[in-house]
Structure formats: structure tokens, C-alpha cells
């Protein structure tokens, strides 16, 4: 592997190359200056897919989820708390299949919660259903970038 990896930004969804030994360091994107980590997930788009999946070489987990789902809402802070603990070393995003229709289509999304991972915008590993902190952090450790 290189000492780059090809990151899309989730501002202006610009592909940038960052150097791997500086993910720590807050990288910001080249084109519009704001930072590639804030330690929350990011909400994925059709607009935004390609460039922050897709194109990525940094890990990424999404979390397929929907407003009204009890389960979906109880994951929701262990996410967001495994997102302030392990970025850089991977990207957390979430996608609401309600509003995201056809990209929950497109993944077989049956049940919800559904957690997928990412790497270089092929799955490599799937967990359906809700999952406690330590759970998630077990299910994430081999997917972790460097």
C-alpha cells in the first residue's frame, strides 16, 4: 500500500490524497479547507456516495438506519461515540434508507439497523441489528486502517 490514500471530502466531496502518516493530524481538504474528520458521521447522499465510499481508501462503516426505528435510534450515540474513538483510522457515515431509497435498494438493505463496511467501495463485511459499544469496537477491530 502507499503512503497516500485517495479521501473524498464530506464538505464539497472534492478526491484528495492524504498522506497516511498525517491522518491524525487533521488533514483538510485541498479545494475547500475544512477538515476531512470532525469526529461524527457523516450523512451519505446519492450526491455524496461515489466520492465518500466509493473512491475512498480509508475504510469506511456506514450505518443504514431510519428515523422511526427504535433499534436504529438506540445505535445512533454508540455510533457516534465509536465515530469520536476511531477516526481517522476509518471513516463512520450514515445513510437513512427513508429518504435514500434506492442506495438502501441497491446494498439488499432488509432489517435496520444494518452496518456495513467499506474498502476501496467494495463491502467486506456486513451486521445486521443493534450492537452494544464493546460489540461494535470487536466487530470494527480488523477493518481498522493502519
Not at 8 to 18: D, K, L, Y
Not at 64 to 84: D, H, L, N, Q, T
Request: contains cysteine.
Amino acid at each position: 500500500m502507499s503512503d497516500t490514500l485517495t479521501l473524498g471530502c464530506p464538505h464539497c466531496h472534492a478526491i484528495n490524497r492524504v498522506s497516511q502518516a498525517r491522518l491524525a493530524d487533521g488533514p483538510r481538504c485541498g479545494k475547500c479547507k475544512s477538515p476531512f474528520f470532525t469526529g461524527e458521521p457523516v450523512e451519505l447522499t446519492a450526491a455524496n456516495f461515489r466520492a465518500l465510499v466509493e473512491r475512498s481508501e480509508l475504510p469506511v462503516v456506514v450505518d443504514f438506519w431510519a428515523a422511526w426505528c427504535g433499534p436504529c435510534k438506540m445505535m445512533a450515540p454508540i455510533f457516534a461515540e465509536a465515530a469520536r474513538e476511531l477516526e481517522p483510522r476509518m471513516r463512520f457515515a450514515k445513510l437513512d434508507t427513508e429518504a435514500q431509497q434506492p442506495l438502501a435498494g441497491r446494498f439488499g438493505i432488509r432489517s435496520i439497523p444494518t452496518l456495513i463496511v467499506f474498502r476501496n467501495g467494495q463491502e467486506v463485511a456486513r451486521q445486521p441489528g443493534l450492537l452494544q459499544p464493546a460489540q461494535l469496537r470487536q466487530w470494527l477491530a480488523p477493518h481498522l486502517a493502519g
